[in-house]
């Protein structure tokens, strides 16, 4: 699960959106539009990073309209600790872009 999760978030472009999203709802479900609002971030680019996320097992949702809750898989669930370790590795940063997660931790965004 770590080599698949680096993979996932550290290894592509947005990797960061991904684990921002992964962040917000390890806290409750949210729609994609919640998510949005939550993240700052554009509605379709919400729905792009989620059906990565979906088709990796990481989300599961409660069906496909718009307001469709997206949870944390269980497989997520059982493996967030890795995501922790995971994300303390890649929020660091040689510039001075920050971001916030849900708990207000300023969060670096990493450029490799």
Same mark, same amino acid.
């Given at each position: 699960m770590r080599k698949f999760l680096?993979?996932? =978030? *550290?290894?592509?472009?947005g990797g960061l959106n991904r684990a921002r999203i992964i962040d917000e709802l390890k806290?409750? #479900?949210?729609? *994609?539009?919640?998510l949005a609002e939550r =993240?700052? =971030?554009n509605y379709k680019t919400i729905k792009y990073h989620i059906e990565v996320l979906?088709?990796?097992n990481i989300v599961t949702s409660t @069906?496909? @309209?718009? @307001? *469709? =809750?997206y949870f944390l898989s269980d497989k997520m669930e059982k493996n967030f600790?890795? +995501?922790l370790e995971i994300w303390?590795? +890649?929020?660091?940063?040689?510039?001075n872009n920050v971001y916030y997660l849900a708990?207000?931790? #300023?969060?670096e965004v990493a450029h490799h």
């Open positions: 680096w993979k996932l =978030l *550290a290894g592509t472009k806290n409750r #479900p949210y729609n *994609a539009n919640q =993240l700052s =971030l979906e088709k990796n @069906g496909k @309209g718009y @307001g *469709a =809750l600790d890795i +995501f303390d590795e +890649f929020r660091v940063s040689s510039n708990n207000n931790v #300023p969060v």
